[in-house]
């Protein structure tokens, strides 16, 4: 682990402190947190827990001060405590990324997200979220990086390729969409979405029969889904 995830953890560290604890505890803080990372930076390991540890009893959830708790463990050679806290840092920070984005701050979600990625390059979550920003914005081919890579560091998360499947139609690339929607449906036979997926990419590519058995599997699944009546309904009038 490098020191890159320190830096940009601490882009989101100043949100999260307790405005209770002394007179500028932000700054504090702050201060502490850049001390830490000197330290690390000149060798003095056991100064650096010190220092993440002091801003841990204002913060406990301080995620630039857990991070770097896990890059000073990892320099000691304490692979289980960095990791713990490896593993807890990514985990605030991509809870931090997900409460933005549900409260449509996609400013802050994106760096919250993009420091999970900082921390834990392999978080297949913060990739998807990324991509779910990207999407959002229109920006289909940067959506369809986040998504593949999503699905290439997590190959057994069904939903993953769900998000796949949609940024490929998205692209018109309904035969690769088609690929994404059935390696989701293999990893999971009850992915409504991706029954749904890929039955608008099978109209797409003039499968109509086939498209009415996916609208049919994904009203087994849930027999109130308006989107796979639509769909079904679209197929027929195809046929």
């Not at 307790?18 to 930076?41: E, F, R, Y």
């Not at 692979?79 to 605030?92: E, N, T, W």
């Not at 990324?130 to 940067?142: S, T, V, Y």
């Amino acid at each position: 682990m490098g020191m890159l995830y320190l830096t940009c953890a601490a882009m989101i560290c100043c949100t999260q402190i307790n405005d209770a604890s002394n007179n500028n505890p932000v700054s504090k803080t702050h201060s502490l947190i850049k001390q830490g990372q000197s330290q690390l930076k000149h060798g003095d390991y056991s100064g650096g827990v010190a220092s993440f540890r002091m801003v841990l009893h204002q913060d406990s959830v301080n995620v630039a001060a857990i991070a770097g708790l896990s890059q000073a463990y990892n320099l000691q050679q304490k692979s289980l405590l960095a990791d713990i806290y490896k593993r807890r840092a990514a985990y605030l920070s991509y809870d931090s990324g997900l409460t933005a984005l549900v409260a449509n701050d996609t400013s802050k979600a994106t760096v919250a997200f993009q420091t999970t990625l900082d921390i834990e390059p392999r978080h297949p979550l913060a990739l998807i979220g990324l991509g779910q920003i990207a999407f959002a914005k229109g920006e289909n081919d940067q959506a369809l990086v986040f998504f593949k890579r999503a699905t290439e560091v997590n190959s057994k998360y069904s939903a993953g390729f769900v998000y796949l499947g949609d940024a490929l139609s998205k692209l018109s690339r309904f035969s690769d969409a088609r690929l994404a929607y059935e390696k989701a449906i293999s990893l999971n036979i009850n992915i409504l979405d991706a029954y749904i997926g890929l039955g608008n990419a099978l109209i797409m590519l003039g499968k109509h029969t086939l498209a009415i058995e996916n609208f049919d599997t994904a009203l087994l699944i849930n027999q109130k889904s308006e989107e796979a009546k639509v769909g079904r309904t679209r197929a027929l009038q195809h046929q």
